[in-house]
T-cell receptor
Framework: QQPVQSPQAVILREGEDAVINCSSS?????VHWYRQKHGEAPIFLMI?????EQKGHDKISASFNEKKQQSSLYLTASQLSYSGTYFC??????????????FGTGTLLAVQP | NAGVTQTPKFQVLKTGQSMTLQCAQD?????MYWYRQDPGMGLRLIYY???????DKGEVPNGYNVSRLNKREFSLRLESAAPSQTSVYFC???????????????FGDGTRLSIL
């Protein structure tokens, strides 16, 4: 079952912050985050594993709360290069015996000058 | 560094025609995937191959077949194309067999397929 992302779209000015949420109705063991620019392939951002960890990548960070079955992606002081569609992906299965990664419907982020 | 290579990049078919989309990776990855991307639907998994010699259905397998030819190559076949299969198709690969490990998926540039 596809994870649910919110919001569907967000428009920012350069320097503003944004949060993108990813929720699942099933127990989560890990969450993947990818960004896709228009007409290009998705590019990997980060993976969060079970344990409630928070990771960072430049000014993009994420948290993972397995009890709430959700992850949030934080974009701080956004830059024009952050524009694109952000996808979260979650394993579709139980325990570690799965190799199916199911993606959400995406969040379109537009950063304006 | 080629990574994941998909061919062709663009294709136009008529309803009922057949076609095979090719995908090859040079990273010695175990797992390979085929996704389709439609506006507002995100990336939907069609088929995947956890390792050489195995294939499994994803979310939307109807109308497609796959072949894991060897460790490098994973092809997607449309036996009788339908307009509903108009989409952008992405192939991806991943090193680990299980999703617990912190190994990302690497995507190809996509094949844009139109069926008239």
């Amino acid at each position: 079952q596809q994870p649910v992302q919110s919001p569907q779209a967000v428009i920012l000015r350069e320097g503003e912050d944004a949060v993108i949420n990813c929720s699942s109705s099933k127990a989560l063991y890990s969450v993947h985050w990818y960004r896709q620019k228009h007409g290009e392939a998705p590019i990997f951002l980060m993976i969060l594993l079970k344990g409630g960890e928070q990771k960072g990548h430049d000014k993009i960070s994420a948290s993972f709360n397995e009890k709430k079955q959700q992850s949030s992606l934080y974009l701080t002081a956004s830059q024009l290069s952050y524009s694109g569609t952000y996808f979260c992906g979650t394993p579709d299965g139980y325990g570690g015996a799965t190799n199916k990664l199911i993606f959400g419907t995406g969040t379109l982020l537009a950063v304006q000058p | 560094n080629a990574g994941v290579t998909q061919t062709p990049k663009f294709q136009v078919l008529k309803t009922g025609q057949s076609m095979t989309l090719q995908c090859a990776q040079d990273m010695n990855h175990n797992s390979m995937y085929w996704y389709r991307q439609d506006p507002g639907m995100g990336l939907r998994l069609i088929y995947y191959s956890a390792s050489e010699g195995t294939t499994d259905k994803g979310e939307v397998p109807n109308g497609y077949n796959v072949s894991r030819l060897n460790k490098r190559e994973f092809s997607l076949r449309l036996e009788s194309a339908a307009p509903s299969q108009t989409s952008v198709y992405f192939c991806a690969s991943r090193s680990s067999t299980y999703l617990y490990s912190n190994q990302p998926q690497h995507f190809g540039d996509g094949t844009r397929l139109s069926i008239l």
